[in-house]
Protein backbone atom coordinates (compact mmCIF):
# COMPACT_ATOMS: atom_id res chain seq x y z
CA UNK A 1 0.00 0.00 0.00
CA UNK A 2 1.65 3.23 -1.32
CA UNK A 3 2.14 5.65 1.51
CA UNK A 4 0.70 9.07 1.00
CA UNK A 5 2.52 12.24 1.09
CA UNK A 6 1.79 16.28 2.09
CA UNK A 7 1.54 18.41 0.51
CA UNK A 8 2.82 17.60 -3.00
CA UNK A 9 4.67 21.21 -3.48
CA UNK A 10 6.30 23.55 -1.23
CA UNK A 11 7.91 26.85 -2.18
CA UNK A 12 9.97 28.43 0.21
CA UNK A 13 12.64 31.27 0.59
CA UNK A 14 15.52 30.33 2.53
CA UNK A 15 15.58 30.58 6.15
CA UNK A 16 12.15 29.46 6.17
CA UNK A 17 10.76 26.23 7.94
CA UNK A 18 8.72 22.91 5.96
CA UNK A 19 7.28 20.20 7.06
CA UNK A 20 6.29 17.39 5.13
CA UNK A 21 4.01 14.54 5.96
CA UNK A 22 3.68 10.46 5.27
CA UNK A 23 0.51 8.61 6.51
CA UNK A 24 -0.42 5.31 5.68
CA UNK A 25 -3.59 2.71 6.30
CA UNK A 26 -1.35 0.35 7.42
CA UNK A 27 0.67 -0.33 10.48
CA UNK A 28 4.38 0.33 10.65
CA UNK A 29 7.31 -1.31 11.23
CA UNK A 30 9.32 1.99 10.15
CA UNK A 31 10.10 4.68 7.67
CA UNK A 32 12.80 5.81 5.29
CA UNK A 33 13.03 9.37 4.08
CA UNK A 34 14.66 10.31 0.97
CA UNK A 35 15.65 13.63 -1.03
CA UNK A 36 16.34 13.42 -4.81
CA UNK A 37 17.37 16.17 -7.02
CA UNK A 38 16.26 16.75 -10.21
CA UNK A 39 18.85 14.24 -12.68
CA UNK A 40 20.61 12.66 -9.60
CA UNK A 41 20.04 9.57 -7.54
CA UNK A 42 17.58 9.27 -4.55
CA UNK A 43 20.08 9.81 -1.22
CA UNK A 44 19.16 8.58 2.06
CA UNK A 45 18.55 10.66 5.27
CA UNK A 46 17.04 8.83 8.06
CA UNK A 47 15.00 5.84 9.10
CA UNK A 48 12.61 6.16 12.00
CA UNK A 49 11.82 2.86 13.83
CA UNK A 50 8.52 1.86 15.81
CA UNK A 51 8.81 3.94 19.04
CA UNK A 52 7.77 7.38 18.42
CA UNK A 53 11.79 7.88 18.16
CA UNK A 54 12.97 11.46 16.47
CA UNK A 55 16.04 11.96 14.19
CA UNK A 56 17.99 14.67 13.08
CA UNK A 57 20.20 15.38 10.55
CA UNK A 58 21.38 18.69 10.29
CA UNK A 59 18.89 21.19 10.43
CA UNK A 60 16.48 18.56 9.13
CA UNK A 61 14.81 16.05 11.59
CA UNK A 62 11.54 13.83 11.57
CA UNK A 63 9.01 11.73 13.82
CA UNK A 64 7.04 8.58 13.70
CA UNK A 65 3.98 8.27 14.93
CA UNK A 66 3.18 4.43 15.24
CA UNK A 67 -0.47 5.14 16.57
CA UNK A 68 -1.65 7.39 13.71
CA UNK A 69 0.85 5.29 11.64
CA UNK A 70 2.66 8.78 10.38
CA UNK A 71 5.75 10.06 9.68
CA UNK A 72 6.30 14.06 9.19
CA UNK A 73 9.80 15.65 8.35
CA UNK A 74 10.87 19.27 9.54
CA UNK A 75 13.15 21.58 7.15
CA UNK A 76 14.08 23.77 9.81
CA UNK A 77 15.61 27.53 8.06
CA UNK A 78 16.03 26.09 4.97
CA UNK A 79 19.17 26.49 2.85
CA UNK A 80 18.90 26.19 -1.04
CA UNK A 81 20.83 22.88 -1.03
CA UNK A 82 17.48 21.54 0.61
CA UNK A 83 15.69 21.68 -2.98
CA UNK A 84 14.72 18.54 -4.17
CA UNK A 85 11.83 15.92 -4.28
CA UNK A 86 11.46 14.32 -0.62
CA UNK A 87 10.32 10.16 -0.13
CA UNK A 88 9.03 8.86 2.04
CA UNK A 89 9.20 4.75 1.66
CA UNK A 90 7.21 2.65 4.37
CA UNK A 91 7.87 -0.75 5.39
CA UNK A 92 4.84 -2.74 6.76
CA UNK A 93 4.59 -4.53 10.26
CA UNK A 94 4.33 -7.73 9.23
CA UNK A 95 5.34 -7.07 5.58
CA UNK A 96 8.10 -7.55 3.33
CA UNK A 97 10.46 -4.96 4.98
CA UNK A 98 10.76 -3.88 1.59
CA UNK A 99 10.01 0.02 1.32
CA UNK A 100 6.87 1.31 -0.48
CA UNK A 101 7.37 5.11 -1.89
CA UNK A 102 5.39 7.39 -1.96
CA UNK A 103 4.70 9.63 -4.78
CA UNK A 104 7.28 12.74 -3.32
CA UNK A 105 6.92 16.30 -2.16
CA UNK A 106 8.45 19.00 -4.54
CA UNK A 107 10.35 21.51 -2.39
CA UNK A 108 11.50 24.54 -3.73
CA UNK A 109 13.84 26.93 -2.12
CA UNK A 110 14.45 30.36 -3.21
CA UNK A 111 17.18 33.58 -2.07
CA UNK B 1 34.89 3.90 -2.28
CA UNK B 2 32.61 4.12 -5.46
CA UNK B 3 28.81 3.88 -4.78
CA UNK B 4 26.25 2.03 -6.64
CA UNK B 5 27.21 2.48 -10.67
CA UNK B 6 24.32 1.37 -13.44
CA UNK B 7 24.91 1.48 -17.46
CA UNK B 8 24.12 2.97 -19.64
CA UNK B 9 22.79 5.92 -18.48
CA UNK B 10 20.18 6.62 -21.41
CA UNK B 11 18.57 4.21 -23.71
CA UNK B 12 15.99 4.58 -26.52
CA UNK B 13 14.47 1.55 -28.14
CA UNK B 14 11.42 0.56 -29.94
CA UNK B 15 8.24 -1.76 -28.44
CA UNK B 16 8.54 -5.23 -28.73
CA UNK B 17 12.33 -4.98 -28.12
CA UNK B 18 14.02 -6.53 -25.51
CA UNK B 19 17.01 -4.18 -23.01
CA UNK B 20 19.41 -5.33 -20.27
CA UNK B 21 20.24 -3.02 -17.74
CA UNK B 22 23.52 -3.04 -15.23
CA UNK B 23 24.32 -2.44 -11.75
CA UNK B 24 27.38 -2.88 -9.70
CA UNK B 25 26.69 -2.56 -6.16
CA UNK B 26 28.43 -0.15 -3.32
CA UNK B 27 31.34 -1.99 -2.07
CA UNK B 28 30.70 -4.09 0.62
CA UNK B 29 27.51 -4.74 -0.47
CA UNK B 30 25.36 -8.14 -1.49
CA UNK B 31 22.08 -6.95 -1.93
CA UNK B 32 20.53 -5.54 -5.41
CA UNK B 33 17.28 -4.37 -5.49
CA UNK B 34 15.34 -2.64 -8.42
CA UNK B 35 12.82 0.17 -8.79
CA UNK B 36 10.82 1.40 -11.92
CA UNK B 37 10.49 5.70 -11.24
CA UNK B 38 8.05 7.01 -13.81
CA UNK B 39 7.86 10.88 -14.13
CA UNK B 40 6.87 12.62 -11.26
CA UNK B 41 6.11 9.37 -9.30
CA UNK B 42 7.88 8.10 -6.17
CA UNK B 43 10.54 4.38 -6.87
CA UNK B 44 7.97 1.30 -7.50
CA UNK B 45 9.62 -1.94 -6.03
CA UNK B 46 10.68 -4.62 -9.15
CA UNK B 47 12.53 -6.85 -7.11
CA UNK B 48 15.48 -7.61 -5.09
CA UNK B 49 18.53 -9.99 -4.96
CA UNK B 50 20.22 -11.68 -2.33
CA UNK B 51 23.25 -14.35 -3.10
CA UNK B 52 21.88 -14.91 -6.61
CA UNK B 53 18.60 -15.34 -5.74
CA UNK B 54 15.24 -13.27 -6.49
CA UNK B 55 14.45 -12.76 -2.50
CA UNK B 56 11.64 -10.55 -3.26
CA UNK B 57 9.35 -9.26 -6.18
CA UNK B 58 6.70 -6.45 -6.75
CA UNK B 59 3.73 -6.17 -8.73
CA UNK B 60 5.35 -6.11 -12.20
CA UNK B 61 4.67 -8.68 -14.82
CA UNK B 62 6.81 -11.90 -15.91
CA UNK B 63 8.72 -9.55 -18.98
CA UNK B 64 10.82 -7.88 -16.29
CA UNK B 65 13.65 -10.77 -15.12
CA UNK B 66 16.50 -10.46 -13.30
CA UNK B 67 19.63 -11.93 -12.16
CA UNK B 68 22.36 -11.76 -9.70
CA UNK B 69 26.28 -12.70 -10.61
CA UNK B 70 28.64 -13.72 -8.17
CA UNK B 71 30.25 -10.56 -7.55
CA UNK B 72 27.36 -9.14 -6.24
CA UNK B 73 26.28 -7.50 -9.40
CA UNK B 74 22.89 -7.54 -11.06
CA UNK B 75 20.68 -7.11 -14.73
CA UNK B 76 17.51 -6.00 -15.14
CA UNK B 77 15.92 -7.46 -18.12
CA UNK B 78 12.96 -6.27 -20.10
CA UNK B 79 10.87 -8.46 -22.94
CA UNK B 80 8.35 -7.18 -25.14
CA UNK B 81 8.61 -3.63 -24.27
CA UNK B 82 5.63 -1.74 -24.04
CA UNK B 83 5.41 2.37 -24.03
CA UNK B 84 4.43 2.53 -20.75
CA UNK B 85 7.82 1.10 -19.55
CA UNK B 86 9.27 3.98 -20.62
CA UNK B 87 10.73 5.47 -17.06
CA UNK B 88 13.78 5.86 -15.07
CA UNK B 89 15.04 2.43 -13.99
CA UNK B 90 16.64 3.09 -10.54
CA UNK B 91 19.19 0.35 -8.92
CA UNK B 92 19.84 0.31 -4.81
CA UNK B 93 21.92 -1.66 -2.55
CA UNK B 94 22.13 -2.54 0.82
CA UNK B 95 24.44 -4.18 3.43
CA UNK B 96 21.72 -7.20 3.68
CA UNK B 97 17.84 -7.93 3.08
CA UNK B 98 15.51 -7.43 5.78
CA UNK B 99 14.04 -4.57 7.68
CA UNK B 100 15.42 -1.05 8.53
CA UNK B 101 18.23 -1.21 5.76
CA UNK B 102 19.61 2.16 4.43
CA UNK B 103 19.29 1.86 0.73
CA UNK B 104 21.61 3.41 -1.69
CA UNK B 105 20.92 4.17 -4.96
CA UNK B 106 22.24 4.64 -8.15
CA UNK B 107 21.92 7.56 -11.31
CA UNK B 108 19.25 5.39 -12.71
CA UNK B 109 19.08 4.12 -16.52
CA UNK B 110 16.71 6.60 -18.45
CA UNK B 111 14.71 4.37 -20.94
CA UNK B 112 12.58 5.30 -23.76
CA UNK B 113 10.35 2.97 -25.60
CA UNK B 114 9.19 4.60 -28.89
Known amino acids: QQPVQSPQAVILREGEDAVINCSSS?????VHWYRQKHGEAPVFLMILLKGGEQKGHDKISASFNEKKQQSSLYLTASQLSYSGTYFC????????????FGRGTSLIVHP | DAGVTQSPTHLIKTRGQQVTLRCSPK?????VSWYQQALGQGPQFIFQYYEEEERQRGNFPDRFSGHQFPNYSSELNVNALLLGDSALYLC?????????????FGSGTQLSVL
Open chain 1, 89 to 100: GTEMSGGSYIPT
Open chain 2, 92 to 104: ASSLEPGPNEKLF
Open chain 1, 26 to 30: KALYS
Open chain 2, 27 to 31: SGHDT
